[in-house]
């Protein structure tokens, strides 16, 4: 048997292949979805809502129109929302930063002096677990289950320890695992008992409206859920439209309670003077204007994105359901597939992909440290190589599951 698996293999090497399926970017067929929108602003959109989109006056908050569309993004209210520029991860790390120095609106002091601790979920988003590590948190791990992140053991945490000062995960189609929270995972995040009194739910829905199912489960609002409460401050959830328009030439927003909001706001206020207004009228024009709105921008990105999904669900079926080498996600939305082998041998194949000419997420990328305690995850990023690279390096893949588990 592995004389016949290692024959394939060396098949596989002698064609010379060059595929990548390391980060979540989308295809340029996704990015040519918004090509219009490099147009779409004239001179007669340079004043909009007697705001002068050239000149300075306007405010951190973005306009107006932009947090009405991040409104429908984020389901919140429009005065629950800051935009800004680029990336959420630009806000998210704009925010931890502040709070180390100043603590959050109601700390009782800077965390930084606290050496705190944040909770993180894996596997789970290898950027968060950069930010956090950069800044100087101890991170916390909990598992990533299919209602979201493992609330028994977050509840007993969180009770016992005021270092531990927040959360952070992906609440939507989470990265990698394509799990999202339920709405008695977000009742039990936005009323448990915490000994830290500044504790707050960071959420980086970056793949909220990145569904590939005609009916996707509704996933309820954090922000929501911890106003009914009792705890309006708690949360703080982020989101851009990296994956939605362009993703090095987006905008973003964070959403939150008025009042955490204001806070922010007069920080934000001291490094610069307000976002690209431009930027986030160029966005809200081409949204607006996509046949069907949002939905329908999303449904075209879905057309483009499904295929590609179900290529790695059937081949990964194909060549390895029933042999109980390894198990993975079937997510409905999001940029991700999370695979477990059975054995500890997810570094072994990952490198026999790479001799094969398959780029995967390095070993461990999904924990923190890189340390995957089980050697057993890999994160599968299918949204960018064309299909009929998928399908072949699923192939390779499964064949190196095969053979590193023999």
């Not at 669900?313 to 597939?337: I, K, M, N, Q, S």
Request: with cysteine; aromatic share 8%.
């Amino acid at each position: 048997m592995r004389d016949e698996l290692q024959k394939k293999f060396d098949e596989y090497k002698a064609l010379g292949l060059s595929l990548n399926m390391q980060r979540g970017q989308p295809a340029d067929e996704n990015f040519d979805l918004s090509n219009p929108m490099l147009t779409i602003a004239g001179e007669e959109d340079m004043v909009v809502s007697g705001v002068s989109l050239r000149n300075y006056p306007g405010g951190v908050y973005g306009i107006q129109e932009a947090r009405e569309l991040f409104g429908d993004i984020l389901k919140v209210k429009p005065e629950e929302v800051l935009c800004g520029n680029n990336s959420s991860l630009k806000m998210l790390s704009n925010l931890l930063m502040w709070a180390l120095l100043k603590g959050m609106k109601d700390s009782p002091a800077p965390w930084v002096g606290d050496k705190p601790k944040m909770i993180v979920t894996v596997p789970g988003y290898d950027r968060h677990f950069l930010i956090l590590e950069t800044l100087g948190f101890e991170l916390v791990t909990v598992p990533m289950g299919p209602d979201g992140p493992d609330m028994d053991k977050v509840e007993s945490l969180v009770a016992t320890d005021s270092r531990i000062k927040g959360i952070l995960f992906v609440p939507t189609y989470s990265n990698p695992t394509g799990d999202s929270i339920s709405l008695s995972t977000a009742e039990r995040l936005a009323s448990m008992e915490c000994a830290a009194p500044d504790f707050t739910i960071f959420a980086d829905d970056a793949y909220g409206v990145h569904h590939v199912v005609d009916n996707p489960s509704d996933v309820p609002s954090l922000i929501r859920v911890c106003e009914e409460k009792g705890n309006r401050d708690r949360t703080f959830v982020f989101g851009s439209t990296s994956k939605i328009t362009f993703a090095g030439a987006g905008i973003a927003a964070m959403a939150s309670s008025p009042d955490n909001l204001a806070w922010f706001a007069k920080l934000l206020g001291t490094q610069f003077i307000g976002p690209n207004k431009i930027e986030l009228y160029r966005h809200v024009k081409f949204i607006r204007q996509f046949p069907g709105g949002l939905q329908g921008l999303m449904r075209k990105h879905a057309e483009l994105l499904k295929p590609k999904f179900d290529a790695v669900e059937e081949v990964l079926e194909r060549e390895l359901g029933g042999t109980d080498l390894a198990r993975w996600t079937v997510p409905h939305g999001g940029y991700f597939v999370s695979l477990d082998t059975t054995k500890p041998v997810a570094d072994k194949v990952i490198e026999l992909a790479r001799e094969a000419g398959v780029a995967l997420t390095p070993a461990g990328a999904t924990f923190p440290g890189k340390n995957d305690p089980n050697n057993s995850n890999i994160r599968l990023a299918p949204s960018r190589p064309p299909l009929a690279e998928v399908v072949k390096a699923m192939e390779i893949v499964a064949l190196c599951i095969k053979l590193a588990s023999e």
